[in-house]
């Protein structure tokens, strides 16, 4: 994306495409997707941005990041109290709402746990399998599939747990939970940066949550309705 009009282009595009994506539910707030209306939003958080010794630019509304694997958009919002504002939001192209799936895989009465590096937040992670699910695929396939990526686990039977928003700010893409039980792993992914593998008994899991140690979204969502539908 370059110029402004080619990502309200873009943006448009989608918009029409995806009209589901940019409904608003009774009370919620309106995006705007009008040129004009657009602009005046544009303008009013411009003026704020400016007052604050900000670039006017970051009010800019459109596609303004895109590659095959995610985007990056800035909507014209006005709340029910008239306020108006300009929020980013992430997606996949398609909007898929189950952009992945992630696994608690079970064996033996202890959960396996990945030490992961992650990029993002530049530290090692204790974390699940998880992945994105790719054209063609089921959440399911895909849980199955990063098990044997990520660990070299077998798996002798796979539970759906419920989906999981790890980002309402941002993003309304899904991660779909699943609860795996494993009759045994192998090496872990070291060119995903997964460094070891360890099987973590539950009681030291439940401590591990209660003191910090394990932070990931997606392992604390599984755990917790892992143990709600009692298969911790």
Not at 158 to 169: D, I, K, N, R
Request: proline share 6%.
């Amino acid at each position: 994306m370059t110029g402004r009009a080619d990502r309200l282009a873009r943006y448009l595009a989608l918009a029409a495409k995806h009209p589901e994506q940019f409904a608003t539910p009774p009370g919620g707030a309106v995006v705007a997707l009008d040129p004009d209306g657009i602009a005046a939003i544009e303008a009013t958080v411009g003026d704020r941005l400016e007052a604050r010794g900000l670039p006017r630019d970051w009010a800019t509304v459109g596609v303004h990041y895109e590659d095959p694997y995610l985007f990056l958009m800035r909507d014209a919002i006005t709340y029910a109290d008239g306020t108006r504002v300009i929020h980013h939001r992430i997606a996949r192209p398609g909007f898929g709402e189950r952009s992945g799936a992630a696994v608690l895989p079970v064996m033996e009465g202890r959960v396996l746990l990945l030490r992961h590096f992650r990029h993002a937040t530049r530290s090692w992670q204790l974390e699940i399998p998880r992945g994105m699910i790719e054209p063609g695929a089921t959440a399911a396939e895909t849980a199955v599939t990063e098990l044997a990526e990520e660990m070299g686990a077998v798996a002798t039977s796979v539970v759906h747990l419920a989906p999981m928003q790890t980002s309402t700010a941002l993003s309304g893409a899904a991660v779909e939970l699943f609860h795996a039980t494993v009759s045994s792993f192998g090496a872990p992914q070291a060119s995903e940066g997964i460094a070891r593998i360890e099987a973590v008994p539950v009681p030291e899991l439940e401590a591990m949550i209660r003191d910090g140690r394990i932070t990931d979204a997606c392992t604390l969502g599984a755990v917790l309705h892992a143990r709600l539908r009692g298969l911790l």
